[in-house]
């Protein structure tokens, strides 16, 4: 007997009446991007029923687990406080299997997807080359960002992270720009939205946000005496 194929479509729609729109996702834009976008073509195909799952979903990858696809709710949250504007220059980092980025350039910005990944970035790829192929992807080490893209209006660090890399802060536009991510502390995370100041890099909790860390963005353990 042949097994039923799963209604990508209603559940898509679900996905945005029941996960995002009730958790204060009211920017038009982000709604109808994940009412057209197949999350499940960003997935492996073996993980395509997990897609519209009010959760993070694995994505494996060349080096080995720790990788997700954000839970849909967290990922909307974060893309509304980046506030992407029409022609906003934009970098996500840890760009995964691209569906963040594409989300992004559905709401109009001009966007650069890092990954350093080979088997993520091969994903990549070839869902944007269907759903999004205005977006630039690029590969190298997240912690670097992509200089040779900036300045940038927003970046947004597709996962969990204890510290904002000091690069990314060198790579967003003086005037105006902005880096969102999820900030853990004590194993608490929080949706934080960062502006250049005189002093630096100034980094504000918006929201409690749940995420996965980031595997090349931990801290790299020293030495015990």
């Known amino acids: 007997m042949d097994q039923a194929v799963p209604d990508f479509v209603e559940a898509r729609n679900c996905m945005v009446d029941s996960q995002v729109r009730p958790n204060k996702v009211t920017d038009p834009r982000i709604l109808t991007a994940m009412r057209r976008l197949p999350r ?51 970098l996500v980092v840890a760009a995964g299997s691209g569906y963040g980025a594409a989300v992004l350039a559905a709401c109009g910005a001009r966007v650069v997807a890092l990954e350093d990944d080979p088997a993520l970035r091969a994903r990549a790829a070839t869902a944007l080359a269907e759903y999004a192929p205005g977006v630039e992807l690029v590969a190298g080490p997240p912690a670097a960002g992509w200089p040779a893209g900036a300045p940038y209006d ?55 946000c749940s995420a996965a860390p980031l595997p090349a963005l931990r801290p790299t353990p020293g030495f015990v005496f």
Do not use: H, K, N, W
């Open 40 to 90: 499940e073509a960003f997935l492996p195909p073996a993980l395509a029923a997990r897609a519209y799952a009010d959760e993070d979903v694995p994505l494996g990858g060349a080096a080995g687990a720790g990788r997700v696809l954000l839970a849909p709710m967290a990922l909307a949250r974060l893309v509304q406080l980046a506030a992407p504007r029409p022609g906003d220059r934009a």
């Open 154 to 208: 927003l970046i947004l660090i597709e996962g969990a992270v204890p510290e904002i890399p000091s690069a990314l802060a060198g790579q967003l536009r003086a005037s105006g720009g902005r880096l969102v991510t999820v900030r853990l502390a004590d194993g608490i995370g929080q949706a934080v939205l960062a502006e250049l100041v005189a002093g630096g890099l100034r980094a504000r909790p918006m929201f409690d």
